[in-house]
Structures are given as C-alpha cells and as structure tokens.
C-alpha cells in the first residue's frame, strides 16, 4: 500500500480559478469547432469526412486495389482504429458499410463482399464476415497521392502519415452526396450524375463568369443512388442550388420495368386480364427502408385509412417490385398512386443543404456555382503541384543522366580510378566536374548496368525528359494551359460515367409532378348499398343492400325500432339529439348487421341525457327545417351540420326544458311550412319567413298559450297537405286547398282538416 509523502503533489494545486460561463463557453467551442471540422461536415475537394479518407487511405496502404484479393473488413477496420482513427471499431465499420452500399452511394468507393446490408433496412453481416476491397472510382479519387499532389500530415499518435485530402479529380462531394449534424449547423447534399457536373464544371472552365441559369442546362439536379422521380418544377430546384438550401420532393417510380430502348414504363399498371389490373413500383425514394414502406401500407389496410387498396406484396429478387392490388378494377389508379403518396413515404422530401468546408477549412453553404468553381480551383492547384513534383523529379533524373553520359565518354578512365584510387568519388569529381550525386550514382551502378550505357539511348532519354520539362514549365506560366489540360483531363474521366454506361446513366427522372389530384377518405371508400337501422336503445348497424324498411328486424330482448333507412357506404349519417347537437357517422363504419350492432354511443359521444330524434343521409347543399318544442326553428344549410369529431356540433341553443323535436329534410320544390301544435292547432306560412342559421333558437313558427310544438313539416302550397290515414291500408290522404289556415309566421293557426291524424302528426 502506497502513503502519501509530504513531497507528493497536491492535486488541488491544478484547480484554476476561473468563472465557470467563461470556462464552460471555451471547451464547448472547442467540441463544437472538433466536430464541425473533423467529424460531421464533408471537404468541398474530396468531399470526404475524414473517417472516409481514413478508411479508403488504409485500404490503399493494404494494397487492396480492384484487381487485388480482399481481405476481411476486421483487418480494415482494426488499421484504421489502430493507426488513424481512434474511435469505436463499430461505428469505423458502420460508415465502410455505407460505401460499398449501392443503394447509399451512387457510386460505391468500396466492393464489398459478403453480407453488406440491403435496402429491407437489415443490418450488414459483422465485420469478422466480410471481405471488401476497393472500387474503380475509389482509385480515381486517391490518384496522384504519389506525386506531391497533397500534405500529409501527422496522425493521432506521430507514428504515421495521412493525406490532407484526396487528389483525384473524381467530384465526389457532388457525385456521391454526404450528410451529417454537427454543432450549430447540418449538411444535407444529394447525389448527382457525374456526366452532369463534369459538364457544367467545363463550362464554367470555359466562361467562369456563366450565370446560374446557364449551369442549369447541363445540370439538372440529383441522381440518386435508388432512381426514384424529383417531382419539383425546374425553377424550384434552380432555386435551390442557386441558395445552396431548398427541398425537393422525391417519389417512387410506378413501373413494370424499362422498355428496350432504356426508358421506363411510367404508367405502372400490369394488367391482368378481366379488366383486373395491379400497380407495379420498381423503385423508391433514396434513404427509405424497403420494409418500413411495406409495412406503412399493411396499417394503413388494417387500419381501414386505405379502403380502396386490397393487399400489398412484396415481389422483390435483386430488382424491387411491390404489388399493390386494389379493391376492385373499378378503383382509379391515379387516385390510388396519389393515395399512396399523400399517406405513406412513397413521397419524401430531401432537403437539401450544401453546407461544406471550404480549402481553408471554413464551414459555408454555397451555391452550386460557388461549389464548381472552387472546385476546380482546388485541381488546378493540385495539377500545378503534380507538375512541379514532376519537374522536380525531371531535374533529378537529368542530373544523373548527364553524369552517366560522362562515364559513358570517359568509361576505361572511370574504370581505371574505381580501380586504382582509394578515393576514386573525390578524383573524378575534380576530373570530370561530376557532382557528388553523379559520382555516387556512377559508383553504385552495377557492372550489368554498364552494358546499358549505350550514348545514343541516355541522350534520348535526355532529349525526351528535356521536351517534357519545357512542356511542364509553359504549363505553370501559362493559366490558359491549366485549364486546357484540366479540360482534357475531366473529359477522359467523363468516358467512364458517360450516359451510355451502365455506371454513368440517369437513375432519377427529374419531372414536375400533375397537378395534384384532390381527395378525400370519401373518394376512396367503395360505393355500395346498405340499410342503415338504429333500435330505440340506440344499438346502430348496417346491412349489405337495400333491404324493405318494413320489414321484422330482429332486437335485443326490450328493445325495438326506432329508424331504419337506404343509403351508401360513401354517405355520411346526419344524427340529431334532442339537445341540438348533430353528430356526422360514416356509413362505411357501421357494424355489421348479422348481430345486433354496437351502441352508438360507442361511435360518438352522446350526452347520456340526450335522446336521438333523427337519423338521416346528409345531403350536400340540402337545407333541413329544425324546430324546438316551444314553437321555435330554423332552416339550417346541411353544409353547417357536419362534425369533424365525436363531439359533434352545436346548432340548435336549448334552454332548460326546451328539447329539438323536429328535423326535417327541405325537398327544393317546397314553398311553405306546416306547423301542429298540442293544442292541434295549425298554421302554414311562406318558407322565405323563415331564416337560414348556423346556430341558435330560431325564430317563432307558432304561438302557443298552453302546451307546445307537436310536428312541423314543409309543402308545396298548390299540391296541398298530406297525411296518413290511420290503421293498417297504408292510404295518404291529401287536402289540396290549404289557404284557410295560410297566415303569417307565429300565428296561433286554426283546427286542421277534418280527418287529420289525432296523434298531430304529419306522417
């Protein structure tokens, strides 16, 4: 056991006194300037993240090239962590995964073999599985590591080197995207067609000061690694690479497949014969999970949000395919595809943001224009060091080319003093004026070697370096040259991603979506008939068809009619209380009628005081006839009557005592109002006395000195009233000339027709 010692530092003595804001605020800019910088935001010249540059540069060191054997990605990613990046081995190999995807990048930097993940969502295999190595575009993008072209800088621990970035003239920031969140700030960049940005990069070669809607033409917007459709106008998206943000909307590709000449099947339908038909997807949008979409549509079928939609499958091999099969052929199919795309993420939105680090290692969100001209900015500069390493390595060579021509002249000299001299680099550097290089190399050749030093083949070889020396040293003088060369090497590259190549050709269609069809869950839901039946209990189901309204119903035990009515399963049921609350209830969403239903009061929410005094089909832009027991009422628009919630809606204001008894439907051809009281008084006034409202007690209909309204009814003046006879005949009896009881609205009215019922009411 260790004791302490009086000569022990104290660790209290390292405990700087400082205020804690001022303290916190430093480190936390430090993490926040570490993650900006070395983590999350990608270079604008290699557009790598340095955990990337880090995997492909110990790739490269491992020789793992795409002619060469792979090797385990344990073996990568335990050089990376041990010698370039010390973090978790896992999130290493997470972001290798990530470059051999093709479904992540539109142009893979590592091949991987094994199990490397699939677009389902399903993780890759572990990294003791899977053998990678790297990918064509990967050496492109690392070429001229070797030749000056960049930094090295030191790793982690001093013990190795590592590029600054990569030199390759391969765009990859723009050719393969990047995203991530640092502090503060985002990055968001899709993938795009390198065809594409090499031509708009040439253009701004030739004419560096092309307006933005120049570039446009050549470059059209991204190409995602998973196809898909961008269904934004080209002014939208112009815009958006012209502010370096904006969000474009991605969807789906409805399609059975590409036709012979490349291009796609748009429609998506495959028919089936019988007029049967299914929609076909091929592709979907970039960075969602095959699964995921499968299943948001099977909740939304179990759900019953996507009624016109029968099943879901997934028929996918190497190519996607997911079925959709409607719910019958009579289903529309752009009504369906838009269904699907306003509920599901068939549609997303990228948003883009080209936030990127600048040569001087400066965040910024640029534009698209901004972009390509630094970037090309940054491979002239390194296309001018690539030239001075070469000169340098020229003058090298020239130097010892002059020295072996020497000894060639002078070859039994030399030989002579390499013999007889105990110093013989000293002789014949004061001999033959030789440098001290040119003596040294002279004094390591090899006697082999000497039959090589034939004169004619060292001059040529001099004569050639010579030429290539004056060709490099016009290049550096001369930014015109520069840019000729860089032309001609972007054009080489752009052979290989051409649009003719598999590799190179479009995958998204850029295309500005129709105009939107609009529609409701109403739209959707399949029309047939159903008898709608509610018991004086209020238990509500519906039966399939148009079954007769008189007929025996079958109830619970105490219980028995109270409404039964025709309607479709598109129509809405108007429900009215007794409290002035009218409720809305799908009639696809009644239950089914081989029971005896479910409580209403299940489905709405009913006041437990309330009574139900009509049932009926809502109408749009019918009027109903409302009217309380006191005499008062209104007509209100059918329009205003619809809920959007259980809770229904307010219309008719009831005081104490005061309950809604009447709600009629107003046919048009009607022109006036009927109104019985207890007292079996009637009166018939002109329909225009009475208002149209949203919400209130209305006004007089009758005026009563004892008890109150028995019914109310609209009519036809020159038709007359009429009524039902009583018993079991079924017989309507009508008083066609009514002007006797005609007044003004709130009269106290006269008794009514001989024979009118003794119940007052009119049917």
């Known amino acids: 056991m260790t004791t302490e010692t009086p000569s022990d530092p104290d660790p209290f003595d390292s405990i700087v006194d400082a205020p804690f804001d001022s303290a916190l605020s430093e480190r936390y800019l430090v993490y926040a300037l570490s993650t900006i910088t070395a983590r999350s935001l990608p270079d604008l010249r290699d557009g790598l993240k340095p955990v990337h540059r880090r995997l492909l540069w110990a790739m490269r060191q491992l020789k793992l090239n ?32 990530r470059l051999a995807q093709d479904f992540s990048l539109r142009y893979p930097l590592v091949e991987g073999q094994g199990n490397f993940g699939n677009i389902d969502g399903d993780n890759a295999a572990a990294y003791r599985y899977t053998e990678a190595r790297l990918t064509k575009t990967a050496v492109q993008l690392m070429a001229g590591l070797d030749e000056g072209t960049v930094n090295f800088i030191p790793t982690y621990n001093g013990e190795e080197e590592e590029p600054e970035i990569f030199p390759g003239l391969f765009p990859n920031l723009l050719a393969n995207g990047s ?140 190519q996607i395919r997911i079925v959709f099969v409607p719910k019958s052929r009579n289903v529309d199919p752009e009504l369906l595809k838009e269904s699907l795309f306003k509920l599901t993420d068939l549609e997303t939105r990228f948003n883009l943001n080209l936030n990127v680090l600048d040569d001087k290692r400066t965040p910024g969100v640029l534009s698209l224009r901004l972009v390509l001209l630094e970037w090309a900015k940054s491979q002239i500069d390194i296309l001018l060091r690539r030239t001075r390493h070469r000169l340098e390595k020229i003058a090298n060579r020239l130097e010892l080319l002059d020295g072996y021509i020497i000894a060639y002249l002078n070859l039994d000299r ?82 290989d991603y051409a649009e003719d190549t598999p590799l190179g050709r479009r995958r998204t269609t850029i295309a500005e979506a129709a105009p939107t069809v609009e529609f409701s869950m109403d739209a959707m839901i399949e029309k047939a008939p159903v008898t709608v039946i509610l018991s004086a209990k209020g238990w509500i189901r519906g039966a399939s068809g148009h079954e007769a309204l008189d007929k025996d119903f079958k109830f619970k035990e105490g219980d028995g009619p109270a409404f039964a009515l025709h309607a479709q399963t598109t129509d809405k049921l108007l429900v009215a209380c007794d409290n002035g609350r009218f409720y809305t209830l799908g009639a696809d969403k009644l239950p089914s009628a081989r029971g005896f239903g479910e409580p209403i009061r299940t489905m709405l929410d009913i006041d437990a005081g309330a009574e139900i005094v009509a049932l009926l089909v809502y109408r749009p832009k019918a009027q109903l006839l409302l009217a309380s027991t006191v005499g008062r009422g209104f007509a209100a628009e059918a329009d205003e009557l619809l809920a959007e919630t259980r809770k229904g809606r307010g219309v008719m204001t009831t005081k104490p005592g005061v309950k809604l008894a009447v709600v009629r439907e107003i046919p048009p051809e009607h022109d006036h109002v009927a109104v019985v009281g207890d007292n079996r008084k009637l009166v018939i006034f002109s329909l225009e006395e009475m208002p149209v ?60 027709p001989t024979g009118f019922p003794r119940d007052n009411k009119f049917d």
Do not use: C
């Open 66 to 97: 795409p002619n060469d054997a792979f090797k385990k990605s344990a073996r990568v990613v335990g050089d990376v962590i041990g010698k370039y990046h010390p973090h978790g081995d896992q999130s290493v190999y997470d972001a290798m995964v």
């Open 179 to 318: 995203s991530g969140i640092a502090v503060g700030m985002a990055t968001n960049i899709p993938s795009h067609n390198v065809a594409e940005i090499i031509d708009a990069t040439l253009l701004l070669i030739d004419n560096p000061t092309a307006e933005h809607e120049e570039l446009m033409q050549h470059f059209k917007g991204p190409d995602f690694a998973t196809g898909g459709v961008v269904v934004e106008s080209a002014a939208t998206i112009s815009k958006a690479y012209e502010t370096g943000k904006g969000a474009l909307r991605v969807r789906g590709r409805f399609s059975t497949g590409r036709e012979a000449d490349g291009s796609w099947e748009e429609s998506g339908i495959e028919r089936l014969g019988g007029g049967q038909w299914q929609l076909v997807i091929s592709e979907i949008p970039y960075q969602l999970a095959k699964g995921k979409l499968i299943e948001q549509v099977a909740q939304l079928i179990a759900d019953k949000k996507l009624p016109i939609l029968e099943d879901v499958r997934d028929e996918s091999d190497e």
């Open 414 to 495: 030399i030989i002579e003093i390499i013999r007889t001299e105990d110093e013989p680099k000293v002789l014949m550097m004061e001999e033959f004026g030789l440098t001290d290089r040119q003596a040294e190399a002279i004094l390591n050749m090899r006697l082999r070697s000497l039959r090589k030093l034939e004169e004619m083949e060292l001059r040529r070889e001099r004569d050639d370096l010579l030429a290539e020396k004056d060709e490099l040293e016009k290049l550096l003088d001369s930014p015109a040259r520069q840019r000729t060369r860089l032309k001609r090497d972007l054009a080489n590259l752009r052979k």
């Open 693 to 752: 409202m949203a919400k209130g007690q209305g006004v007089t209909l009758q005026r009563y000195r004892d008890g109150g309204l028995a019914d109310a009814t609209t009519l036809k003046l020159d038709e007359g009233l009429s009524w039902k006879m009583g018993g079991d005949s079924g017989r309507t009896r009508t008083e066609s000339d009514m002007r006797l009881w005609k007044v003004a609205r709130g009269a106290a009215g006269r008794l009514p």
